[in-house]
């Protein structure tokens, strides 16, 4: 199988895994009121990144580089990291942390990898600049790209339908809680 091959299936089945990892985290869940204090707060974090970034792209058509996108290339995939580690805090179990753990390092890796072939594919001159100013990953706020950026838009918001990891989330939280208090 080439390398092609393999990203290409783990890109396809990152989100069908993370539902059972999901499923098995929830199962393995012994939250209490300190974890999910603290994983709502992480989560909080994660969402309002994500939607930030959401409001600020507008996919393979125009490189995004304002909003969070002067901090980190990858804004939506530093949210999802927060989500994911704000469920297994919650979940107050290192088996949770560490389904997480492994989970991210297996699927995370070759999507960025995949993503930033595609945007020097498809902004090859802005994106060489852009690549050079913004890290990849853990945001910079000392090194940030410069230049002009469109501002927030709920429009665009909606559009990359960022609500499905608002309600997403809400569900999870709510599972958690409810164990929380029949345990």
């Known amino acids: 199988m080439t390398e092609r091959r393999i990203v290409s299936m783990i890109y396809r089945w990152r989100v069908r895994a993370a539902l059972f990892v999901l499923i098995a985290v929830i199962v393995l869940a012994r939250p209490t009121v300190r974890s999910i204090s603290i994983g709502l707060a992480v989560c909080a974090l994660g969402l309002l990144i994500r939607g930030w970034a959401a409001g600020h792209i507008r996919k393979e058509k125009q490189l995004a580089v304002s909003g969070p996108y002067r901090f980190t290339r990858n804004p939506l995939y530093l949210g999802n990291f927060l989500l994911g580690l704000s469920i297994a805090f919650g979940a ?49 706020f000392r090194r940030r790209a410069t230049g002009e950026g469109s501002a927030f838009s709920w429009g665009l918001y909606r559009q990359n339908r960022e609500r499905r990891a608002l309600a997403g989330s809400a569900v999870v939280w709510a599972i958690l809680i409810v164990k929380m208090l029949v345990l």
Do not use: D
Not at 97 to 104: P, Q, R, S, T
Not at 109 to 129: A, Q
């Open 92 to 140: 107050n179990s290192p088996w949770c942390v560490g389904l997480f753990a492994l989970y991210f390092l297996v699927f995370y890796p070759p999507v960025i990898m995949e993503e930033l072939r595609r945007m020097k594919r498809l902004f090859p001159e802005e994106y060489e600049s852009y690549r050079k100013q913004v890290p990849l990953f853990f945001p910079s």
